[in-house]
């Protein structure tokens, strides 16, 4: 707790210094530019260190983002999300981990990690402290976790290669940008999972993206909007979908820009990834709070060289929701309130029903399940 209430101070001074010095524009914005990697995705292969950029810290907030979530063949649906944050002579690594079992029953943990033991490579993906681990390394990821009522032991392989959007960096001017890279676009998972005292198989399906950001405090991003869905388990292998569509919108103050992505993949192969999509939230869900409403229905439709796709998601009211500011004491609260926006995040269970066509002519149906999400800073 004490981690938070330092970050929320810092806000707050970082805010009132924004509103004494005025902003000065960069170059224009540059959004995941780079063509072949979108057109020619199963041929892309990466490095490491192309996977996991590792700026040196020089100025305002500095983010590192390490984002899991998968489906377990159980009905389990899991996220764990490694994170480091600087700002001046201040940081901290923490960590969360959110878990829905199949009879809605949803375990949460969040915490600082490392207590003066983490050790840190210089490059790739790999973290470890005390019962905590992460590597990457040629497509093949180990997770080990342990913190009170979660323990996990997951080994995931990717099905497709690792890929990222055209350059991977979306810069908002000259100075301002945020990365973004799919370690496991999709992956094969193995392994076990214990949620108070409950100990699982873990096979199952997943991904694990990360993104490296470097903002100022008062122009953090404004929405975040993202699906994943998988066919159901027992599907043999060649027969497997995936589809992901993930936007970012940033902060009005760089003109509210869209990051946005659509990801289609059969068997081991990738179908198309594109920029260029249609999608519309055709029915809105709103709860008494917080107070902002999330899409019931978000109808999607693309067309690209690998053919196109045409469906609709449909949302489950949130099963989890991360209020920051409910996390705050309520001393914090009062004041935080005064200075910044409310960030919310809504964890909701997805489906996807719709049709792919191949160039060919050829049409499939699918019917997906997975998860939805939706970040709020308003």
């Known amino acids: 707790m004490r981690t938070r209430v330092l970050a929320v101070l810092v806000t707050l001074l970082a805010t009132f ?34 996977m996991f950029p590792n700026t040196p810290y020089e100025r305002d907030w500095q983010s590192h983002s390490y984002y899991w979530m998968g ?27 959110i878990v829905r079992d199949p009879r809605g029953r949803v375990f949460t943990w969040d915490g600082k990690i490392g207590d003066g033991s983490l050790e840190v490579a210089p490059s790739g993906m790999r973290i470890s402290a005390g019962k905590i681990r992460f590597e990457s390394r040629g497509g093949v990821h180990r997770w080990t976790v342990d913190v009170p009522g979660f323990s996990c032991d997951f080994t995931f392989t990717n099905v497709l290669p690792a890929w990222k959007p055209g350059s991977g960096v979306a810069r908002f001017d000259s100075e301002h940008y945020t990365t973004y890279s799919l370690p496991a676009p999709w992956a094969d998972l193995s392994g076990t999972m214990t949620v108070n005292g409950e100990t699982v198989d873990a096979a199952g399906q997943c991904m694990f993206d990360t993104s490296e950001t470097l903002l100022p405090l008062t122009r953090a991003n404004a929405e975040i909007q993202a699906a994943r869905v998988w066919s159901p388990p027992g599907t043999p292998r060649a027969d497997r979908w995936f589809i992901g569509t993930l936007t970012t919108v940033s902060h009005p103050g760089y003109g509210s820009l869209k990051l946005p992505m659509l990801l289609v993949a059969h068997g081991d192969r990738w179908v198309f990834t594109t920029m260029d999509y249609t999608i519309a939230f055709s029915e809105m869900m709103a709860l008494a709070d917080p107070p902002y409403p999330y899409p019931a229905r978000i109808a999607v439709s693309a067309h690209d060289l690998g053919g196109t796709m045409e469906g609709v998601f449909t949302i489950d009211p949130p099963y989890w929701i991360t209020d920051v500011f409910q996390r705050l004491p309520k001393m914090f609260r009062t004041i935080a309130s005064w200075f910044v926006k409310r960030p919310v995040i809504y964890r909701n269970q997805a489906r996807f029903e719709g049709t792919v066509t191949s160039p060919g002519g050829g049409a499939t149906r699918l019917e997906l399940s997975g998860q939805a999400e939706f970040m709020f800073t308003r």
């Open 71 to 97: 489906r377990l063949d159980t009905g389990h649906v899991v996220v764990i999300g490694p994170f480091q944050w600087r700002y001046g002579a201040i940081g901290a690594w923490g960590m969360y981990v």
């Open 17 to 50: 210094a924004a509103a004494v010095l005025p902003y000065r524009a960069g170059a224009e914005p540059k959004i995941y530019d780079g063509a072949w990697n979108w057109e020619h995705p199963n041929e892309l292969r990466v490095t490491e260190d192309e």
